[in-house]
């Protein structure tokens, strides 16, 4: 212990020694007051010195290029500063108030800010064409620096977007690779310990070079990218070019890996040396991963390169798996980054026979703390380059070049302004990737402070912490094998048990009847998923008089009684997890990933709901001297729970959690369509020990039991999620009374809608487009919240079409269970055709065009399947933009202004769900205010509502207003008591302890 005590404390000063230097040097080095560096620097500095100023610099960086007017450039030049406007120079505050109120001003503003970002792009993207790619790395090499080019593009939405990259990537190597071999020798910039290297270095991103990369759909993946990715290689290869593969974000690492695995061991590039893999220490599985290259490239005989840094996705990683409820497998702060990056920088040198480092480092510090030990180690100076960003670290490059070392400039590619677009926006996606625009621009920065230890001081970093009594269910990581492995077991299991019959359950008997429900695989309906019973209308009857005779006992049992049977529910799921998935994916269609979050959700109902009773059930105190008051609640009734396939498991499992365990006993009726998996439910309910008689299981057809039930006047409350047809005869019935009654009926409806997401003119569309085809598509548009509209302005329309009609024709149509689906059948036959009528009934002369079709192909044979279709010109009072639409029918509506496009959202009798994508902060204000939904998403999925977080519930004709898994939802299920007692007897008041008065 004491020797490594030693090593740390030797490379510790060794790292104050090299840093010191590199700090006196550049400071030394700082541009004069008369270039136009010094005077970029200095704004540079100024506003990334100030996080909320930066925030809004790069947020105005990253919609500059889709402003086309000098009047769209002041006005989000006014939004976005005003929300930082005391951190503005006086200067600046009056500019922007005078730019506003007067055009010339504003046009000479507007020409300023695009004169100004041009020139930033000129210094930060080496340039879009092979020749201005070339001047710029000949430029950098006469600096005696290294050019490696990286070509930076949006997400890739279509296979032809996937053929783009692909072509890029070889155009730069066919195009640039004679030239860079005319350059002029230089010996440290064209070997390494070993001998030569290549001097063209491109950058590579594998899931660029496929529109369906998935982990889910592993094989799939692989082989398309392995189709692309093999000709880059090859071409590398004959061209000695050098290639280096980005890191992917968290759930594609593992296939990533595994592609570059196999194609690195095959036969063709087993040799191939001329590699590096980028390894992101701000993962906290960087160490296993860095373990794991070392073992494999032994084992492959043939060292390669490792490229490492401190990672691109470090905040939109964190984000991204709480918004999943996954673990956090991502440093919280850029502290905790930082020692990850020095640690692994010792493994990396420690083992640079085999793995050659490459250190693409974002501190002062981390520079000299990796030099320092790769001096402990005694690494040839040659056997490691470091690697900078493109005109942002030319001083300190300069600087380590005089000093003997390699260094290689990563140059951005691509149209100037776009892809300094794209650069800004991966600098919002992560605030600790700062790089040396703080630390080497700005002349405040101390030394002592550039080379402090990581974790030597508090971090003064936000730390978002969840503590709170309900937990999220993780959402499957499939790109774990295990976990695919699962599934796939799961759904031959479950198809191994086809063909079985279920019976009813009443008073906890079950019981059989004289007819029976079939369900059919809706991604095959040749094949019958299962039989289950069909109640009568005298067995509705038996079901409600058993949960009636149950009530009083399970209304009277402690409330922490029956919150331990919903968690015992939950427990059951989250055991039978995979298996309930493949039914899901099987009775109804749901893919991989939607059937997962509808098991995970039906957990997150039971345990959200058995915590906020918990909370009810703590009567609200408001005392007086001499009197007692308490408010508080006990349960309806008897509840009528009415599931609809749209949500087979999800929903009528929250349904029925939020009935008992408010003390409601339960008679519960699935759609006809998903009655195998209700039946599996209610395997769980029984298995969970609930006591016989609080839940009746009764499937059947609806227009034969419904009317019994909801007519019953035993019946207090029905609990219905379905169509807006059924919804509203439900209500009629239930709002009839009769004599027999002793109390007047709730009805808890969630029905459906005609759900719109509008685009303004400054969208993201590489956000928006994925996003509404998800919205659109998944489930094959059949999701309460599926988006059925698109409400587009003017301006963007045409370009937001075309993206739309491109990356819907990648997506791959299939069976559900079929792990490369992206598009399953509809529910069942009828559906398919009303999908198909609607579609036909477009009217040409009305200037209705289809501008995409989806191709069935062999799937419109086996099962039901519904094309995905993609129609324009839709006018805002017609049938696709008024009637409630279940299928992949997408609607596109053209709009000049936002005042006409929230009159169209807002034109139908539906307020369900909707969404906005824009990067004007007043349009968002707006939104929050003019769009009257219950559910309202601000750039992000409309459809991917999670408990407790995005209550999920409509108004006007798409529900009573109760949002399921929100704070108030199961108030619906209660009726509110109170109970006043007057506690003196003839003036004298008994002595007791008081407890402090609860608020209300």
């Not at 709002?735 to 009654?741: G, K, S, Y």
């Not at 998800?774 to 509209?789: D, E, I, P, T, V």
């Not at 069976?815 to 579609?839: E, F, M, R, Y």
Request: charged letters at 25%; aromatic letters at 6%; a negative charge.
């Amino acid at each position: 212990m004491a020797k490594r005590a030693r090593i740390e404390d030797r490379v510790e000063a060794r790292t104050r020694e090299i840093g010191e230097v590199l700090f006196d040097r550049l400071q030394s080095r700082a541009p004069s007051i008369f270039h136009t560096r010094w005077w970029e620097d200095r704004l540079i500095g100024w506003a990334t010195e100030d996080e909320a100023v930066k925030v809004q610099l790069l947020r105005l960086i990253d919609v500059l290029p889709v402003l086309r007017d000098h009047t769209a450039i002041a006005e989000h030049l006014e939004e976005y500063y005003q929300q930082v406007r005391e951190h503005l120079p006086l200067a600046a505050r009056v500019g922007l108030d005078l730019s506003t109120s007067n055009s010339i001003l504003s046009r000479a503003l507007a020409y300023n800010t695009r004169t100004n970002a041009a020139r930033m792009a000129r210094r930060f993207v080496a340039g879009n064409q092979p020749a201005e790619v070339l001047q710029s790395a000949r430029q950098l090499r006469r600096q005696g620096l290294s050019a490696g080019f990286q070509t930076v593009t949006g997400p890739t939405l279509s296979e032809a977007d996937a053929d783009q990259y692909q072509q890029a990537c070889l155009k730069l190597i066919e195009s640039c690779s004679d030239a860079v071999e005319e350059w002029p020798a230089n010996t440290v910039l064209d070997n390494n310990h070993v001998g030569p290297i290549p001097r063209l270095h491109i950058t590579v991103r594998l899931s660029r070079l496929d529109a369906r990369f998935s982990p889910i759909d592993f094989d799939g993946s692989r082989k398309r990218v392995l189709k692309r990715l093999k000709p880059i290689l090859q071409a590398a290869g004959d061209h000695h070019a050098f290639v280096q593969f980005e890191a992917e974000r968290q759930p594609h690492k593992s296939l990533a890996g595994d592609i570059l695995r196999e194609l690195l061991s095959g036969k063709a590039f087993r040799s191939f040396s001329d590699v590096g893999l980028t390894v992101e220490t701000s993962s906290l599985q960087c160490e296993a991963e860095l373990k794991g290259i070392l073992a494999w490239v032994k084992k492959r005989k043939a060292p390669l390169s490792v490229v490492l840094t401190h990672g691109r996705f470090q905040d939109s990683e964190r984000r991204r798996v709480q918004a999943r409820a996954q673990a956090d497998d991502v440093c919280r702060t850029g502290d905790e980054a930082d020692t990850a990056f020095e640690s692994q920088c010792r493994f990396l040198m420690k083992n640079a026979e085999w793995l050659h480092p490459i250190l693409a480092a974002r501190s002062i510090r981390g520079v000299a703390h990796a030099l320092a030990w790769a001096s402990e180690y005694d690494v040839p100076e040659a056997a490691t380059e470091i690697q900078l960003m493109f005109g942002a670290e030319d001083r300190l490059a300069q600087l380590l070049t005089e000093s003997g070392r390699r260094v290689r400039i990563v140059c951005p590619v691509g149209p100037n302004m776009i892809t300094l677009s794209r650069l800004a926006r991966h600098q919002l996606e992560n605030r600790h990737d700062a790089t040396y625009l703080q630390s080497t621009i700005s002349e405040s920065t101390s030394v002592e402070t550039l080379l402090m230890k990581p974790g030597s001081q508090p971090d003064d970093e936000s730390v978002d912490q969840e503590i709170e009594s309900f937990v999220h269910e993780p959402r499957t990581d499939f790109s774990v094998a295990e976990h695919r492995e699962a599934m796939t077991q799961a759904l031959v299991d479950a198809k191994d048990e086809f063909g079985q019959t279920y019976p009813l359950v009443i008073d906890g008997k079950s019981s059989e009847s004289r007819s029976t429900v079939s369900s059919r695989n809706p991604s095959a309906t040749k094949e019958i998923v299962g039989h289950v019973a069909a109640a009568s209308a005298d067995q509705a009857a038996d079901a409600v008089e058993g949960a009636k005779r149950t009530f009083t006992q399970w209304a009277t049992s402690e409330t922490s009684n029956r919150c331990e049977y919903v968690e015992l529910i939950a427990a059951e799921i989250r055991e039978r997890r995979f298996e309930l998935a493949a039914w899901v994916c099987l009775e109804v269609g749901m893919t991989w990933e939607d059937a997962d979050a509808e098991v995970a959700t039906a957990i997150d109902y039971c345990m959200f709901y058995a915590t906020q009773m918990r909370e009810l059930d703590v009567p609200q105190e408001y005392d007086l001297s001499g009197e007692e008051n308490r408010y508080s609640y006990r349960p309806c009734g008897v509840a009528v729970v009415i599931g609809s396939w749209r949500s087979p498991l999800a929903s009528l499992t929250g349904m029925l959690a939020a009935a008992i365990v408010t003390g409601n006993t339960v008679v519960l009726k699935p759609a006809e369509q998903s009655s195998v998996i209700a039946a599996r439910l209610m395997s769980v309910i029984r298995n969970a020990g609930v006591p016989d008689g609080v839940v009746n299981f009764l499937p059947g057809i609806g227009e034969d039991i419904c009317p019994e039930l909801v007519g019953s006047p035993d019946v207090q409350l029905i609990c219905f999620n379905g169509n807006y047809e059924s919804g509203t005869e439900i209500n009629r019935l239930a709002a009839e009374t009769d004599h027999r009654q002793n109390s007047i009926r709730r009805v808890i409806a969630e029905l459906g809608g005609n759900n719109a997401i509008i685009v303004d003119k400054d969208a993201d569309l590489d956000d928006a487009v994925p996003d509404i085809l998800a919205c659109a598509f998944g489930f094959a548009g059949q999701k309460a919240a599926s988006c059925s509209r698109v409400i587009v302005l003017e301006s963007i329309a045409d370009e937001l079409i075309e993206r739309l009609t491109d990356a819907a024709g990648s997506l791959q149509i299939g069976a559900a269970d079929d792990p490369a689906t992206q598009i399953g059948p509809v529910i069942d036959d009828d559906a398919a055709k009303t999908v198909s009528q609607l579609v036909k009934s477009a009217d040409v002369d009305a200037e209705e065009e289809i501008v995409f079709s989806g191709k069935l192909g062999k799937a419109a044979k086996e099962g039901s399947y519904a094309s995905p279709v993609i129609i324009t010109g839709i006018d805002p009072e017609s049938n696709f933009a008024q009637e409630e639409v279940s299928g992949p029918l997408l609607s596109v509506i053209r709009v000049r202004s936002l005042d006409d496009a929230f009159a169209a959202a807002n034109a139908t009798r539906f307020a369900l769900s909707g969404g906005v994508y824009s990067r004007s902060p007043s349009t968002l204000k707006r939104a929050r205010v003019e769009f009257q939904v219950g559910s309202l998403s601000l750039n992000r999925k409309i459809t991917d509502s999670m408990v407790q977080r995005q209550p999920f519930g409509g108004f006007r004709m798409s529900g009573t207003g109760a949002s399921s898994g929100g704070p108030d939802y199961l108030l619906h299920f209660l009726i509110p008591v109170n109970v006043s007692e007057n506690t003196t007897r003839r003036g004298i008041e008994p002595n007791k302890k008081r407890r402090p008065r609860k608020k209300a």
